[in-house]
């Protein structure tokens, strides 16, 4: 049975799927750590290299390619950087600001403005880079 979603349904469809599980695993495997997990030794430092630094960004980067190949988007396409930032910003308040207002952690509040920059840059490249190749790929 031949496909008939078109391809920008289907690249849209992806990119949520990709940032839409890294992001509830992120935010899950902190609150199953915290509740069921060894949080002895420094787990949080593993915990934000992981996620923070390496698994929603590059989820982020990932999804935003997928979004920016899609020809039928239009220009809304263009505010996918601006939505992973703030779905990054929401999981640090999910995470460590949540935790720590509720008394479990003594993390401290997480800076918006740095991790709204650092949820936004990703996307942000990953965009331009789709564009690019789907305008050279058309020529």
């Known amino acids: 049975m031949k496909n008939t979603q078109p391809t920008s ?21 902190y609150w199953y750590s915290l509740y069921f997990g060894d949080t002895g ?35 809304s396409r ?7 930032a703030g779905l990054y910003a929401l999981a640090t308040i ?11 952690t003594n993390i401290g509040d997480a800076d918006l403005v740095f991790y709204l920059g650092m949820g936004f840059v990703p996307p942000l490249v990953g965009m331009l880079i789709g564009v690019i190749s789907t ?5």
């Open 9 to 29: 349904d289907r690249a849209l469809v992806r990119a949520a799927i990709i940032y839409s599980i890294v992001w509830v695993v992120a935010v899950g495997y």
């Open 78 to 84: 263009y505010f996918a950087p601006i939505v992973f």
């Open 94 to 104: 999910l995470t460590f600001s949540l935790s720590t207002n509720i008394g479990m």
């Open 41 to 75: 030794g420094g787990w949080i430092m593993g915990y934000i290299l992981t996620y923070f630094y390496l698994a929603l960004p590059a989820a982020g980067f990932i999804s935003a390619l997928f979004i920016a190949r899609g020809r039928d988007l239009g220009t």
């Open 135 to 139: 305008r050279n790929r058309r020529r």
